[in-house]
């Protein structure tokens, strides 16, 4: 059964013991990062700060900050399982007989949950503030020490593609600089900013509707961070997770459609043309992204249910809860990268790479040059652009066994010859690249190497010992009591 709203799934996570309420009085100010740090990285729970310190909202962080937190919020066993939801979708057939046919129903039922349903009123409506609001009543975190501010940091950002009027719901996380005003900091690969491009270039409107939603059922919060291609709605996504359409409400002041279930909104606008300082900000890489501009948000009304509950998560050195949400990812998106390369096996991506530094992919090899003709495809793979790195080896190799990896590919390359470097878009997030979104990319080719790329020497197998032997010493083990 879809979750309803956050507090369904805040009651599912309580229910199971993931959950752990804090009746005393926390300071947003640094000391609900450091709790939430703390817990993340002891396996500890979800928390519920009931009292934090100057507002009456109550924070919600690490909700979904471990993989069986991961399977609460999109109600699996495993989230293996969505990935197969998607490739039986993928691979679907016309049915055959009435067994075919009703081997179907399910997906059926899935392709019907997708589409967002447009309602009149919903929960998000129950406190309307259109003259007397401060998004200082809520307990926007002040996350590390030498962050520039409080900065909003679990947001569904939702803005309108001019051309096709589309929306489009993105995570991006928003400095308060006033009671009334934010930075929007919609990195520029990102759909906000080709939304805001695209109105630039048309010469149209100078304000630009927004809306950011706060809390919601967790599907409907996490399809705000999925990496999916431009002008896929989230919305629908979020209804196919949930297998539940997404029931969205129009807002108070604008033609922006927001999630009905949300505890909070807020409903504004950016100006074309406006830039302000944003950050610095102690961000998932473990570093402090710097000081730059981004357009600003100005909030024209916040509607809210009564006694909201505010979600927010934190970012910094990893492991983090963004983590968690990235292996799901990792996990749910591998069929939909088998669709375009059926050659990769598996992929990963180490908490210490931080998603975009590091990825690595094992391939069933067919052809010379194959581990360089997946890489490319990588680089040119939506949000997997920005791969700083990507390590390629063959179908034997468990890329979820990051020693295994290490040890064969140092083994597999000669440095020289295997090491593939291009230049390209960057995460905005690169401290090290030489100019801000635009760099270098390594490609690490560590396949066995093939006579038709110019190895002739004789390639060497792994050492094993036989079945046997192993079962005879089996036995002898036990005997000599080791
Ligand atoms: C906790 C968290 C914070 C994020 N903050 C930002 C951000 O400030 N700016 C940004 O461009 N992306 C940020 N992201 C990543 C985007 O949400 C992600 O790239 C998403 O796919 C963008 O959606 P879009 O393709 O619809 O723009 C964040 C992700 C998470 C999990
Ligand atoms: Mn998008």
């Not at 922006?256 to 909104?265: F, M």
């Not at 020693?403 to 390209?424: C, H, T, Y």
């Amino acid at each position: 059964m879809a979750y309803d709203d956050l507090r369904g799934f805040i009651r599912a996570l309580e229910t199971q013991g993931e959950l752990k309420r804090i009746p005393f009085e926390v300071d947003p100010h640094l000391e609900i990062t450091e709790f939430a740090d703390r817990s993340v990285k002891t396996g500890g729970p979800a928390l519920l700060f009931e009292k934090p310190k100057g507002s009456a909202v109550p924070v919600l962080i690490n909700a979904f900050a471990s993989e069986h937190r991961m399977q609460i919020a999109l109600e699996v066993g495993s989230v293996e399982e969505i990935a197969t939801r998607i490739a039986d979708l993928l691979a679907m057939q016309k049915p055959e007989g009435f067994l075919g046919k009703l081997k179907m129903l399910p997906m059926l039922a899935d392709l019907a949950s997708i589409f967002p349903k447009t309602v009149s009123g919903g929960p998000c409506k129950e406190v309307i503030l259109k003259d007397k609001f401060s998004l200082r009543d809520f307990p926007v975190l002040h996350c590390w020490p030498e962050d520039g501010g409080p900065f909003i940091t679990l947001p569904m950002v939702f803005s309108r593609n001019p051309d096709t009027g589309k929306q489009n719901c993105g995570c991006y996380r928003m400095q308060v600089y006033d009671e009334r005003t934010t930075g929007m900091h919609w990195q520029t690969h990102k759909q906000g900013a080709e939304h805001y491009r695209r109105q630039q270039s048309t010469g149209g409107a100078r304000r630009m509707d927004i809306a950011v939603a706060i809390g919601s059922d967790p599907a409907t919060m996490y399809s705000a961070i999925l990496p999916l291609p431009p002008d896929l709605y989230e919305m629908m996504i979020a209804g196919f997770l949930r297998g539940k359409s997404v029931e969205m409400v129009k807002c108070e002041t604008s033609d922006i459609e927001v999630p009905a279930n949300s505890e909070i909104v807020l409903e504004g606008y950016v100006e074309l043309g406006e830039l302000r300082r944003e950050g610095p900000f102690g961000d998932h890489t473990g570093f402090y992204s710097l000081e730059d501009d981004y357009p600003v948000f100005h909030i024209t009304c916040i509607t809210h249910r009564k006694n909201p509950i505010y979600a927010t998560t934190i970012v910094g050195p990893p492991p983090m809860e963004d983590f968690y949400m990235g292996k799901a990812i990792e996990r749910i998106f591998l069929p939909l990268m088998r669709l375009q390369m059926p050659e990769v096996r598996d992929i990963a991506m180490p908490a210490e790479g931080i998603f975009h530094n590091l990825i690595l992919v094992a391939i069933r090899k067919s052809y010379p040059g194959h581990a360089r003709k997946v890489m490319h495809a990588i680089w040119g793979l939506g949000q997997a652009m920005f791969s700083k790195c990507i390590v390629v080896v063959d179908e034997d190799v468990d890329v979820q066994n990051f020693s295994e990896v290490a040890w064969k590919a140092l083994n597999n390359i000669d440095p020289e010859r295997d090491i593939q470097f291009v230049m390209g878009p960057v995460d905005s997030l690169d401290h090290a690249s030489r100019l801000p979104n635009y760099g270098s990319k390594m490609g690490i080719d560590a396949t066995k190497k093939w006579p038709g790329e110019g190895f002739t020497r004789p390639w060497p197998g792994v050492i094993r010992m036989s079945d046997t032997v192993r079962q005879r010493v089996d036995e002898l083990w036990k005997r000599a009591g080791i």
